[in-house]
T-cell receptor, first 111, second 113 residues
Framework: KQEVTQIPAALSVPEGENLVLNCSFTDSAIYNLQWFRQDPGKGLTSLLL?????REQTSGRLNASLDKSSGRSTLYIAASQPGDSATYLC??????????FGTGTRLKVLA | GAGVSQTPSNKVTEKGKYVELRCDPI?????LYWYRQSLGQGPEFLIYFQGTGAADDSGLPNDRFFAVRPEGSVSTLKIQRTERGDSAVYLC???????????FGPGTRLLVL
């Protein structure tokens, strides 16, 4: 059974810092991996989707990497801003549709 | 265009009551998914529809939970004899054909007293 773990569970950093969020999964037979952002009381916003054949994806200040063989993905956020404060969720996609989520990392960026 | 919408945004009910949660997917999306997110946890898969039929309902926790999508667009998640443990955010998502990224709605926050 696929299990997804995110470390740390919570993180508080001063504005401007670069930071890394970690995601690990137990079964390397994944279809894709996706990072989401969730603001309090809101739904999920997709940040980056990495296909299983890819090693990384970049969007603005965000960079996500994928190492299937070791069952790991990282989300790198450069020059963090208070507006980045949210919960970040990692989801592995088994088959073509079944998303299995981690428990998330709650990020707080202090002004 | 409009995204995935869910109604109600909040629902408070008493233990033992019946509730219905509604999801309007993005127009034209044939695939629709329901997830449940408990406090401090990530969303957990409940059921996947392809058109009108449930292609995978392996995530439904028990027979008190049922979902329909009679015309292949709007879906309703139905919970009978609600229990306090059913309190959670119920998220709906849709995708064009079921093989692309999923687009999530804002969720319905269910509180069972």
């Amino acid at each position: 059974k696929q299990e997804v773990t995110q470390i740390p569970a919570a993180l508080s950093v001063p504005e401007g810092e670069n930071l890394v969020l970690n995601c690990s999964f137990t079964d390397s037979a994944i279809y894709n991996l996706q990072w989401f952002r969730q603001d309090p009381g809101k739904g999920l916003t997709s940040l980056l989707l990495i296909q299983s054949s890819q090693r990384e994806q970049t969007s603005g200040r965000l960079n996500a990497s994928l190492d299937k063989s070791s069952g790991r993905s990282t989300l790198y956020i450069a020059a963090s801003q208070p507006g980045d404060s949210a919960t970040y969720l990692c989801a592995v996609i088994s088959g073509t549709y079944k998303y299995i989520f981690g428990t998330g990392t709650r990020l707080k960026v202090l002004a | 265009g409009a995204g995935v919408s869910q109604t109600p945004s909040n629902k408070v009910t008493e233990k033992g009551k019946y509730v219905e949660l509604r999801c309007d997917p993005i127009s034209g999306h044939t695939a629709l998914y329901w997830y449940r997110q408990s406090l401090g946890q990530g969303p957990e898969f409940l059921i996947y529809f392809q058109g009108t039929g449930a292609a995978d309902d392996s995530g439904l926790p028990n027979d008190r939970f049922f979902a329909v999508r009679p015309e292949g667009s709007v879906s309703t998640l139905k919970i009978q004899r609600t229990e306090r443990g059913d309190s959670a955010v119920y998220l709906c998502a849709s995708s064009p054909t079921g093989q692309e990224t999923q687009y999530f709605g804002p969720g319905t926050r269910l509180l069972v007293l």
